[in-house]
């Protein structure tokens, strides 16, 4: 029972020190409303905590980024076909999904290129049955993204050009490049730390 009062002795002093200045604020604020005070123009404290950024966190922000440099340049270039756009799919014989970004005139090369390969591989079969031989003829005219992209390395070019342009004349579009590369940059280094350290 003595324990028990010495621990509620602090306790009550605590609550009666703090009964005393909830009166005396209330007190100083009646004070304050009938006299104009001066007031503080000192700036308020702030504390930031910065933590170690995950590559996860990094690469969603790469993202995030990305897609608003992308927005921003297809806004501002003079032609549709530089338009760029992404999406995230799984590749073949993976389950682990791919973001991958294309300008329009790439896109519609694949598409071309598959509509053609498609279009041979149907003749393959008939009424008659599976010529095996058409088949492999039209799966050997689907091209990979490297072929397509040797096809279309003046597309690339003016695209390149198309960016550069932009890049001079718009200071904001610039500033989102600079940011986008600068992530990158940081989660380069970042990865290269953490998995060297292992």
């Known amino acids: 029972m003595g324990l028990v009062c010495k621990n509620l002795i602090p306790l009550i002093m605590a609550l009666s020190t703090a009964s005393n200045l909830c009166a005396q604020t209330d007190a100083d604020l009646e004070k304050e409303e009938q006299e104009p005070s001066a007031v503080s123009h000192r700036p308020i404290e702030e504390i930031q905590v910065i933590g170690e950024r995950t590559l996860l966190v990094i690469r969603n922000q790469i993202i995030r980024e990305e897609e608003n440099l992308y927005r921003l340049f297809n806004d501002l270039n003079s032609h549709d076909r530089f338009d760029i756009s992404c ?3 799984r590749t073949t014989r993976s389950y682990i999904p791919r973001r991958e970004c294309n300008p329009k005139f790439f896109t519609d090369l694949r598409q071309d290129s598959a509509r053609f390969a498609v279009s041979e591989i149907r ?8 010529d095996q031989t058409l088949f492999q003829l039209g799966l050997e005219r689907i091209e990979t993204s490297t072929e397509l992209r040797d096809k279309s390395v003046g597309d690339y070019q003016a695209l390149n050009e198309e960016i ?17 590369a600068k992530l990158k940059e940081e989660y380069l280094a970042t990865r290269r730390q953490r998995f060297e350290e292992d």
Not at 123 to 130: H, I, N, P
Not at 164 to 180: F, M, W
Request: hydrophobic share 40%.
């Open 87 to 89: 999406k995230t799919e």
């Open 123 to 130: 003749q393959a079969v008939d009424e008659d049955g599976f």
């Open 164 to 180: 550069l342009r932009i890049a001079t004349e718009n200071p904001d579009y610039l500033e989102a490049l600079l940011r986008v």
